[in-house]
């Protein structure tokens, strides 16, 4: 059979085992990798829920109706589908080509209806962005700014200290079924009641469904797809169908897995992580140019500590149809920017450049289980 690789990372045989031996790890391993600065945690199973966690505290802070959240244009949907059964207004913004918020652009789109009682600006791709020009906007309109490290591996110093919150998606990078860790700056949130954020945080967690379906899929997927039973999916244009999806596809409830935390906390080998990445993703940089495949790099490897995938654009369809069949061809699982917010596609105008990349751009992964001498 011939290798084909998997589009996330796969677990140890050895991690699976220790983690059902051992007892449930208390969170203090995180300062090791996430929690740089002494900020107060909040686990989750995905970090959708924790967005919605944070809508949850703004409107018992400000004891608002309904509060205004500004998000990147360039979001997938399906991660704002629990935010929007809160009492909340999403409004979108535009990017810069570095992925950070085009400021300019919300100024002129401001009003007393939509004044930002939140603003998550994203480090996409695993860059992380100048956060000055945010930081100050947020501050002059006593927005909390909160920090989507969804893409990002592990911390940096340059990472939750100037914002209010600051949230990482770890199942997203590492060999684990499902985590995100939400930190909170005690510095600049220490005028609030932190007890009755906790307790807004344990009700969200108590009333919560169960994953464990979820996780017994994940466990039987991950260790077929280790023996080499894997899906070859083959990719068209119709990945790139404005499809809005209509649910979360998996775990629903808010709790972070027992088994997530104990492999995250047996999970040290951050620095191999980042070298395969930045290996991996010089491969397939290296490949497309073999195929003569001259695409535009979107947020390209450059000052990245840890890519997160190899994200290639093509402005010309039959560049981007030829690109997925030689994909096809090698058994390489190519995927597409999931979905964009049905307001952002409403407004074709405003939002071409998000549109456009989300319907221009291929992804690969580039995962410390791949193994590109196989391919
Ligand atoms: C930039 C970004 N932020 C947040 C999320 C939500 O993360 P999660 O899958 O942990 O809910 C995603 C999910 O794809 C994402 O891409």
């Not at 051992?22 to 996430?34: H, I, K, Q, R, V």
């Not at 999403?90 to 300019?104: E, T, W």
């Not at 951050?270 to 395969?276: H, L, N």
């Not at 390209?300 to 039959?318: H, Q, T, V, W």
Request: aromatic share 12%; hydrophobic share 40%.
């Amino acid at each position: 059979m011939s290798y084909s690789p998997t589009k996330s990372p796969l677990p140890f045989i050895k991690d699976l085992v220790s983690a059902f031996l051992m007892n449930t790890p208390s969170s203090n391993f995180l300062e090791e990798s996430w929690n740089t600065h002494g900020q107060k945690e909040f686990l989750f199973s995905r970090s959708s829920h924790a967005l919605r966690f944070l809508a949850k505290l703004r409107l018992d802070y400000s004891s608002k109706e309904r509060i205004s959240i500004w998000i990147p244009a360039y979001f997938c949907d399906e991660s704002l589908l629990l935010l929007r059964n809160e009492n909340v207004k999403i409004f979108f913004y535009p990017i810069l080509d570095n992925g950070s918020p085009n400021i300019d652009e919300i100024q002129k789109k401001l009003n007393k209806e939509n004044t930002p009682d939140l603003l998550l600006v994203t480090h996409f791709f695993g860059k992380v962005i100048d956060l000055k020009e945010s930081i100050e906007f947020a501050n002059s309109l006593n927005a909390w700014i909160v920090e989507d490290g969804a893409h990002l591996l592990k911390k940096n110093e340059n990472l939750g200290f100037e914002s209010d919150f600051l949230f990482y998606s770890p199942h997203k990078l590492i060999a684990v079924p499902d985590g995100s860790i939400l930190l909170m700056n005690k510095k600049r949130l220490s005028h609030c009641n932190s007890n009755r954020f906790r307790s807004i945080y344990e009700e969200y967690i108590d009333n919560s469904t169960s994953n464990t379906g979820d996780l017994i899929l994940w466990i039987i997927k991950r260790l077929m797809q280790k023996i080499g039973l894997r899906k070859r999916s083959k990719a068209s244009l119709d990945i790139f169908k404005d499809i809005n999806r209509e649910s979360n596809e998996a775990f629903r409830g808010p709790r972070i897995s027992i088994l997530s935390l104990k492999l995250l906390s047996l999970f040290d080998d951050f620095d191999y992580e980042c070298v395969r990445r930045k290996t991996n993703y010089i491969f397939w940089r290296k490949l497309f140019l073999d195929n003569e495949l001259y695409g535009e790099e979107i947020f390209s490897l450059g000052k990245a500590e840890c890519p997160y995938m190899f994200a290639i654009r093509f402005k010309d369809e039959s560049e981007l149809s030829r690109a997925i069949q030689i994909m096809n061809d090698k058994h390489i699982p190519v995927s597409s920017w999931p979905d964009l917010p049905k307001e952002v596609l409403a407004e074709d105008t405003c939002f071409k450049d998000s549109i456009d990349l989300k319907r221009q751009t291929i992804f690969l992964p580039i995962h410390s289980s791949l193994r590109s001498d196989q391919i």
